[in-house]
């Protein structure tokens, strides 16, 4: 059992309404916070009252983006258990975000046993209204007082927690994407298999483009080629072609979600051919101008599943299930959300109870 230190708020905050709560708006009364120093490793973790941190305008996280994070959720089920949904799985991730930007690992238990006691000292912030949760943000930063370019010898390693609204509060609508030709995410051999935050001030711009056509995401495709689809904003994409379900392939640019290794799961046992393969802008667009592209969503763990509803490419657009939710897409979101709020029997073993 990794030893916690506890200094608990003196004043506790109150709650916001749960039909007010957005994404990211409000945080708990309590963090986790853990340094790490070379030669001694990671240390000291305690939970302190949420709050502003100290560190120097120098500290390189500040200058080189030598930053890591994650994104999961606690969910409360209706007899009023809180449950992770996969967090191993967002343990190891964040390990291996770490590796690839030079930043030490942290032991998969230590990291546990910090997010359960967490949780736990702040459970009453988990939210009961439907379609809520608390979502849970672990990040790790570079804190050297430095400006060389190098990899720090010190970090700190923080878990935060908000209380996060329903994210289909009137009902699921299939969005418009806006395909971005131009600016470009990730290319293979760089970090975008890795949840960095240098990954993401790049999007923002495009992000807003879109938003000034009237389009809510971008459709990103490949660094090289500009041909190869990827993702869509900060999700993983699907789309249903003839029987087939294709998403693209994990060779380096693409975030290893863990919604997308859900859906390809559930996918395959119902029996539906998934395939993990490239798929080009023009073959997708042929598939929908000879009516076999029939179902298209985001996968990610703050929607866990978003229709696409219609795609711009170049100004030549075309609409997907006749701008509804198509059918297998309904299926995935009932099925994923069902076992993450304690709906439906956990066959897969996702869960893990707080
Ligand atoms: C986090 C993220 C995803 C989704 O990952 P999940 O584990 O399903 O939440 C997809 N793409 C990007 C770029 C992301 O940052």
């Not at 238990?109 to 943000?137: C, H, Q």
Request: charged content about 25%; aromatic content about 10%.
């Amino acid at each position: 059992m990794l030893s916690i230190a506890i200094n608990r708020a003196k004043v506790l905050k109150p709650k916001p309404p749960q039909d007010k709560l957005g994404f990211g708006n409000y945080f708990t009364d309590h963090m986790f916070e853990m340094d790490y120093t070379e030669g001694r490793g990671w240390h000291d973790a305690r939970i302190v009252p949420f709050g502003p941190i100290s560190i120097s305008p120098a500290a390189m996280v500040l200058h080189y983006a030598q930053e890591t994070f994650e994104g999961m959720k606690a969910y409360r089920t209706s007899e009023g258990k809180i449950q992770f949904f996969r967090p191993l799985e967002n343990i190891r991730r964040l390990n291996k975000s770490n590796k690839r930007i030079c930043i030490p690992e942290i032991d998969e238990n230590d990291f546990m046993d910090a997010l359960r006691a967490v949780v736990n000292i702040d459970k009453d912030w988990v939210p009961s209204a439907e379609g809520t949760s608390l979502y849970i943000r672990p990040f790790t930063i570079a804190t050297d007082e430095h400006l060389g370019v190098r990899a720090s010898k010190t970090y700190k390693f923080y878990i935060i927690l908000s209380p996060v609204g329903a994210y289909y509060p009137e009902g699921i609508n299939p969005v418009k994407i806006f395909v971005e030709t131009e600016d470009v995410r990730a290319v293979r051999g760089g970090t975008g298999f890795a949840k960095v935050g240098a990954n993401y001030s790049a999007t923002i711009r495009a992000q807003h483009r879109a938003e000034d056509k009237g389009y809510t995401q971008v459709l990103w495709l490949d660094g090289v080629e500009r041909r190869y689809i990827e993702e869509v904003g900060t999700m993983n994409v699907f789309f249903k072609i003839g029987d087939e379900v294709v998403t693209p392939p994990l060779e380096g640019s693409i975030l290893p979600g863990i919604t997308r290794m859900s859906c390809i799961e559930a996918l395959k046992s119902w029996g539906v051919k998934v395939s993990e393969r490239r798929l080009s802008i023009d073959e997708l667009f042929d598939a929908a101008r000879s009516g076999r592209l029939s179902e298209a969503f985001g996968s990610g763990t703050a929607a866990v599943i978003s229709p696409i509803g219609e795609l711009d490419w170049d100004g030549e657009r075309i609409a997907i299930s006749g701008g509804k939710i198509g059918e297998l897409t309904h299926k995935l979101y009932d099925f994923i959300t069902g076992i993450q709020w304690g709906k439906i029997k956990d066959e897969f073993n996702w869960i893990m109870p707080l």
